[in-house]
Structure formats: structure tokens, C-alpha cells
């Protein structure tokens, strides 16, 4: 019996590409939340500042790439209390941009 698909793909957990499990993407309402920044120039893995600002992540890992260096993606957090069975507790939420 042959384990491909209609398409005449191999499924993805097939040994023929090493068991390799599919990535996940994110759901496309984590994106609201990440921002995505080139480094200021001068700015070190140490030190780092936020340069300028990219309207996607495709967008800032090409221009990485073509520059030769890091890209930062920020998630802006907040903090916010939840109450679960009585008990409250301290949570992070994440802002959406505006």
C-alpha cells in the first residue's frame, strides 16, 4: 500500500523526510502583538537598541539578511490579576498594537 497522498506528497511524518514533525505556525492573532525591529546601529546583543521598525516579520528577516544582521521581535506585556477558583493570581497579557 503506498503512504502518499492524493497529491503524490509524502505525509509529513513519513520516514522519507526523517520523521521531521510539521511546524506550527502561529495564530494570526499573536501577530497583532509582535512588533519586529531592525538593530539602531552601534547596538551590540549586549547592549541592544531598537532601530528602525518593519511592518512584518518576512520584511525584517529579509532585511537582516541583506545587512548581515539580528532582528528583534518585541512582545509589549502587561500585567493583570485573574481569579481562578477563588484565588487570585498574577498574569501577563499581551497589549495589541494601536
Do not use: C, W
Request: a positive charge; zero cysteines.
Amino acid at each position: 500500500m503506498d503512504s502518499r497522498s492524493e497529491t503524490g506528497t509524502a505525509p509529513a511524518s513519513s520516514p522519507s523526510n526523517g520523521g521531521a514533525k510539521a511546524r506550527r505556525r502561529r495564530l494570526s492573532s499573536d501577530d497583532d502583538h509582535v512588533r519586529y525591529f531592525l538593530p539602531r546601529p552601534g547596538s551590540t546583543p549586549d547592549k541592544p537598541e531598537l532601530g528602525r521598525e518593519m511592518p512584518s516579520e518576512g520584511e525584517a528577516l529579509i532585511e537582516a539578511f541583506r545587512n548581515g544582521q539580528p532582528y528583534y521581535a518585541l512582545t509589549v506585556l502587561k500585567a493583570a490579576t485573574e481569579v481562578n477558583g477563588g484565588s487570585p493570581r498574577i498574569v501577563r497579557q499581551a497589549v495589541a498594537r494601536t
